[in-house]
């Protein structure tokens, strides 16, 4: 019984354990002509698990309003979401995404009130729904 309550365990942790994580790897030091300057960030979704999941979709939400600059410098309209998708990621993997974004550059803007929500499916086929950081209970 004691295994059967392990693994229980170790499944939800596995699901709740579907995280996104994001970082700054280019970082600007004062603003362009127009008060704006380009960042590029690092998005990182991690399965833990060792099944995989599908209908990976993860929305990368800012505090403010940003641009994503594309390698052929077009530009989409400002929102404060990023989306970004796989369409399944395997058990214990990752996947990784690069986005230059021109973001208002007051100083340097606080974007620390920025988060991420993941949904997926799990190997049940169960909708699931993480957001990091996680909100205070």
Same mark, same amino acid.
């Given at each position: 019984m004691l295994g059967n309550q392990r693994a229980r365990e170790d499944r939800r942790l596995s699901i709740d354990g579907v995280g996104?994580?994001? %970082?700054?790897i280019e970082t600007p030091v004062e603003a362009g002509s127009d008060g704006y300057a380009e960042w590029v960030y690092e998005i990182t979704v991690d399965n833990p698990g060792p099944f995989p999941i599908d209908h990976v979709e993860i929305c990368l !939400?800012?505090?403010?309003? !940003?641009?994503? !600059?594309?390698?052929n410098r077009d530009r989409d309209d400002p929102t404060d979401r990023l989306p970004l998708g796989a369409p399944v990621l395997r058990g214990r993997s990752q996947r990784?995404? %690069? %986005? %230059?974004l021109r973001i208002k550059f007051d100083?340097?803007?606080s974007l620390q009130e920025t988060y991420a929500v993941v949904t997926f499916r799990d190997i049940e086929r169960k909708p699931r729904e993480n957001r990091w950081p996680r909100e205070e209970r």
């Amino acid at each position: 019984m004691l295994g059967n309550q392990r693994a229980r365990e170790d499944r939800r942790l596995s699901i709740d354990g579907v995280g996104v994580s994001w %970082r700054s790897i280019e970082t600007p030091v004062e603003a362009g002509s127009d008060g704006y300057a380009e960042w590029v960030y690092e998005i990182t979704v991690d399965n833990p698990g060792p099944f995989p999941i599908d209908h990976v979709e993860i929305c990368l !939400v800012f505090p403010c309003q !940003v641009q994503r !600059v594309h390698y052929n410098r077009d530009r989409d309209d400002p929102t404060d979401r990023l989306p970004l998708g796989a369409p399944v990621l395997r058990g214990r993997s990752q996947r990784q995404w %690069r %986005r %230059r974004l021109r973001i208002k550059f007051d100083g340097r803007p606080s974007l620390q009130e920025t988060y991420a929500v993941v949904t997926f499916r799990d190997i049940e086929r169960k909708p699931r729904e993480n957001r990091w950081p996680r909100e205070e209970r």
